[in-house]
């Protein structure tokens, strides 16, 4: 079964195109790894697959409404350091939140 | 009161002398043995004390002035906690000023409004300076003590 | 400890110190006697005391404590910056602004819930400016920046107005409406405040999901389905509306909203939807031990809750500002 169908997505800051017709299928049980550079659009990427910004082509993940996605996709981005200290168990039980509903 | 000199006027001062003096003489001979509680409120809880000209009418009117029992002999700031704990009879309120301040919110505050007893708003001008207008003060502050009637 | 717990604790902390403010006052009366008067009604003047000046002020005591704990919270959790608190970011003399733009312009008279509906406003631009300015990913010190200069000039656009007020007592009052107090205030101040702080109240608990997914930041509670928009504006809503109701009637109090969120914090581990109600309490409990503390200080002079929170806040924001320091 496919989880993520991407067609020919394209993403830009600004006139310059960050990512340009990136094409992928990503099945059940398949671990991927995404190598690139600094700056190579790795994280841009994974934004316009969510739907977290606007491209154009097509992902099946972000045209799906947000509560939706949320249950189907969870991202952990590589953010600056929390703000304050978080226990662990607090820390993974947000990635629950959008599965248990509201 | 002897400084009234030149102009031409002494016969007019001495006459406006005459009346003031009669005014007080009068009220004075009708001082009564009780003396109902009066006091003098203004902006920010200040309270004039009994060695002031606010001190003089409120005793020439025949009241106990709140602010000499209290011990504030040249006057100072009354919590208003104090101010009902005391229970005065009569509380004076100076008129307020246009626009809003905080000071003289204080005058408007419920526990005052509500406190038993009467309370009287009386114009500055008749309190700040001793003119002879100030005779007519005591004898409105009269009637507001007449008007308590002789309590236990 | 327990969420449970620590909410149980806090609630009787507030309860405790509820009765220790009804029973400070400049009269000489006890304890016991003083809550008897205000229990049962002799029709003398230590029930008036009791009932018209000091459970007013106890009563708004939690009421603002609620709402700057609860802002403090709340805009901390959205913008992930500890040092977020109205008073130093400059939202409070925002709204103290409204409101003395309101009083001496005499439109606090045209309807009964109109002086805290200025303060609202005021507080909206302030809330909106900071957020515009410092927004997530900001960082702590465009925050400060912002705030510092907010608030410079809302103090003074204040004072501008007091000074300019016919009324001479007017321009004595710069520093009630920078410090604030709740001396002399009457249930008059508790029934205009109220209705729109309940608003704010109930617009802030409903951000606590939201927030709380804010935690790992801005694209994680995105890919978490939240409506990022619509969460800054319900935040901006609550805070405008308990903050600006709370200095209507009290003038700007600073600190409360650093001080609890950042003592409550660990206790909740971390969690801000579980800071805010925690944060709720803890701001009422330390509004009423300042104001028991201004009594107890200077009996009878109005000592400004402002100078007692900012001895107490003021070290603790440093100490923040020295650990962020040693972040970045």
């Known amino acids: ?102 | 009161m002897t400084w009234v000199l030149s102009f031409d006027q002494q016969g007019r001062a001495a006459a406006m002398l005459a009346r003031f003096d009669a005014g007080l003489a009068q009220l004075a001979d009708a001082v009564p043995a009780h003396r109902p509680t009066a006091a003098t409120y203004a902006a920010n809880g200040y309270t004039p004390g009994a060695n002031s000209l606010s001190g003089d009418i409120i005793r020439a009117a025949g009241f106990s002035h709140l602010a000499a029992e209290l011990g504030l002999t040249h006057g100072g700031f009354l919590p208003l906690e104090a101010l009902i704990l005391a229970a005065p009879d009569l509380v004076v309120v100076g008129e307020t000023y246009s626009g809003n301040s905080r000071a003289e919110e204080i005058l408007s505050h419920p526990a005052l409004t509500q406190l038993r007893g009467g309370r009287e708003t009386l114009e500055d001008r008749d309190w700040v300076c001793g003119l002879p207008s100030v005779v007519d003060a005591v004898t409105r502050m009269r009637v507001a003590r007449d008007s308590i009637g002789v309590a236990p | 400890m327990s969420f449970r717990f620590l909410i149980l604790s806090l609630t009787a902390l507030v309860a405790l110190l509820f009765a220790a403010s009804l029973v400070t006052g400049v009269a000489p009366v006890g304890p016991g006697e003083s809550l008897v008067a205000l229990i049962s009604d002799d029709g003398g003047p230590l029930t008036m005391v009791m009932r018209e000046i000091r459970l007013p002020r106890a009563i708004l005591a939690v009421m603002i404590g609620v709402s700057l704990g609860l802002s403090g919270a709340a805009m901390q959790g959205f913008l992930r910056n500890p040092l977020a608190e109205p008073g130093l970011i400059g939202v409070s003399s925002s709204a103290a602004l409204g409101a003395v733009l309101a009083l001496q312009s005499g439109f606090a008279m045209a309807f009964t819930l109109a002086l805290p509906f200025a303060a609202l406003l005021g507080a909206v631009i302030g809330v909106a400016m900071i957020l515009f300015l410092a927004g997530p990913g900001g960082g702590a010190f465009t925050l400060i920046l912002a705030g510092i200069a907010l608030s410079a000039l809302t103090a003074a656009l204040t004072s501008l107005l007091l000074n300019l007020s016919p009324n001479p007592f007017a321009a004595n009052e710069i520093v009630f409406w920078m410090m604030g107090s709740l001396a002399d205030r009457s249930f008059d101040h508790v029934w205009m405040a109220l209705p729109i702080m309940a608003f704010g109240w109930l617009a802030l608990a409903r951000t606590g999901r939201g927030l709380e997914a804010l935690t790992l930041g801005e694209d994680a509670a995105a890919s978490m389905g939240f409506d990022l928009s619509r969460l800054r504006l319900v935040l901006l809503g609550g805070v405008a509306a308990s903050v600006g109701a709370a200095t209507a009637v009290a003038g700007a109090i600073g600190f409360v909203g650093l001080v609890v969120p950042h003592v409550l914090r660990p206790l909740v581990g971390g969690s801000s939807s579980r800071l805010l109600l925690a944060s709720a309490l803890g701001g009422a409990a330390l509004l009423l031990a300042a104001d028991v503390a201004v009594r107890l200080v200077l009996p009878g002079r109005d000592l400004k809750l402002g100078v007692v929170m900012a001895l107490v806040g003021a070290p603790i924001s440093l100490h923040l500002i020295w650990r962020m320091r040693g972040q970045s």
């Open chain 1, 1 to 102: 079964m496919t989880l993520l169908t991407l067609e020919n997505l394209t993403a830009r800051r600004g006139p310059c195109a960050v990512l340009s017709g990136i094409s992928l299928q990503v099945g059940t049980g398949e671990c991927i790894g995404l190598i690139g550079p600094n700056g190579a659009g790795k994280t841009t990427l994974m934004r316009a697959a969510l739907g977290l910004m606007r491209a154009e082509g097509q992902s099946s993940l972000a045209v799906l409404p947000p509560s939706v996605r949320a249950t189907q996709a969870a991202w952990l981005p590589q953010s600056p350091e929390i703000a304050w200290p978080v226990t662990v168990r607090h820390l993974v039980a947000l990635g629950a939140m959008a599965r248990r509903g509201s």
